[in-house]
């Protein structure tokens, strides 16, 4: 499976559901998001059917290349991939399921509806629409596909959704060394995304910016911060039960008290 990127200026650019924010039961912070897992229309998600004879003695390519990427809806012998005709507008289709890499392994992105060497339900997809080289992340459309402890994600200007798992952020493990422990839409899970999206503590964040905070970094609310110029901006993270004092002069760590957050962690601003 492979994501291909083909510059059409004739095409328009699907809408992107709107970023969304929440808000900290007693922080009041705003949680940065990524945009939302897209929709893909109902017609898009065809179950492929085999026909004629494969030309290497193989399997039939399908007649409809075009496929569901969670029920992987192509004939045997075949994947469902994602491919972007435009930034932030993915598609998905039957390709040979023939794989080589492995899952949150690192691959080459292939242009054309070619095989990227990627396990079955995953695609190679690069952290901005420019790089050569991904990693194999498994793919989800509408909150689907993902196991428990996952969060079904979007790549910032690529559109593709992928199954983010789940970290702890004062202690982050990720399965490549190139994804990051962030905040997610509930939570924090290992995210791929370009430096070029991330802000460091102090900078803007959320919806208003459409920028992410890098690990280590929550989004606050800017009236709980010392110097922030925006809406909300970037803070950092602390163990409220440590020895230690994690914090900046004049700020305290204080418990992040908001659904789909772990215990024991908290974050550096102004007490109440």
């Given at each position: 499976?492979?994501?291909?990127?083909?510059?059409?200026?004739?095409?328009?650019?699907?809408?992107?559901?709107?970023?969304?924010?929440?808000?900290?039961?007693?922080?009041?912070?705003?949680?940065?998001?990524?945009?939302?897992?897209?929709?893909?229309?109902?017609?898009?998600?065809?179950?492929?059917?085999?026909?004629g004879d494969g030309a290497d003695g193989g399997a039939p390519p399908p007649s409809s290349k075009l496929c569901d990427p969670v029920?992987?809806?192509?004939?045997?012998?075949?994947?469902?991939?994602?491919?972007?005709?435009?930034?932030?507008?993915?598609?998905?289709?039957?390709?040979?399921?023939?794989?080589?890499?492995?899952?949150?392994?690192?691959?080459?992105?292939?242009?054309?509806?070619?095989?990227?060497?990627?396990?079955?339900?995953?695609?190679?997809?690069?952290?901005?629409?420019?790089?050569?080289?991904?990693?194999?992340?498994?793919?989800?459309?509408?909150?689907?596909?993902?196991?428990?402890?996952?969060?079904?994600?979007?790549?910032?200007?690529?559109?593709?959704?992928?199954?983010?798992?789940?970290?702890?952020?004062?202690?982050?493990?990720?399965?490549?060394?190139?994804?990051?422990?962030?905040?997610?839409?509930?939570?924090?899970?290992?995210?791929?995304?370009?430096?070029?999206?991330?802000?460091?503590?102090?900078?803007?964040?959320?919806?208003?910016?459409?920028?992410?905070?890098?690990?280590?970094?929550?989004?606050?609310?800017?009236?709980?911060?010392?110097?922030?110029?925006?809406?909300?901006?970037?803070?950092?993270?602390?163990?409220?039960?440590?020895?230690?004092?994690?914090?900046?002069?004049?700020?305290?760590?204080?418990?992040?008290?908001?659904?789909?957050?772990?215990?024991?962690?908290?974050?550096?601003?102004?007490?109440?």
């Amino acid at each position: 499976m492979g994501v291909r990127f083909c510059h059409r200026s004739h095409r328009s650019l699907r809408s992107r559901r709107s970023r969304r924010s929440r808000v900290a039961l007693s922080l009041l912070c705003l949680v940065a998001t990524s945009p939302a897992c897209e929709r893909v229309p109902d017609s898009d998600l065809l179950t492929s059917s085999g026909g004629g004879d494969g030309a290497d003695g193989g399997a039939p390519p399908p007649s409809s290349k075009l496929c569901d990427p969670v029920q992987q809806s192509c004939p045997d012998g075949f994947k469902c991939s994602a491919f972007v005709e435009v930034e932030g507008d993915v598609r998905y289709e039957c390709v040979d399921e023939l794989a080589w890499n492995s899952t949150y392994g690192l691959c080459d992105v292939v242009s054309g509806a070619s095989n990227d060497g990627c396990p079955k339900g995953s695609a190679c997809l690069p952290s901005s629409f420019l790089d050569s080289q991904g990693l194999c992340l498994p793919l989800c459309v509408h909150d689907e596909g993902c196991s428990a402890d996952a969060r079904c994600l979007s790549t910032v200007g690529i559109g593709a959704s992928y199954c983010a798992p789940s970290c702890a952020p004062l202690t982050p493990e990720c399965p490549a060394p190139t994804m990051r422990c962030m905040e997610s839409p509930v939570g924090f899970a290992c995210r791929f995304e370009s430096s070029v999206n991330l802000h460091d503590a102090g900078q803007g964040c959320g919806a208003f910016t459409q920028k992410l905070c890098d690990e280590g970094l929550v989004c606050l609310y800017a009236g709980l911060l010392l110097d922030c110029a925006e809406t909300s901006c970037c803070a950092p993270l602390c163990d409220p039960e440590g020895t230690t004092d994690d914090c900046a002069a004049n700020l305290e760590c204080v418990p992040l008290d908001a659904p789909g957050y772990p215990p024991g962690i908290g974050a550096c601003h102004i007490p109440f």
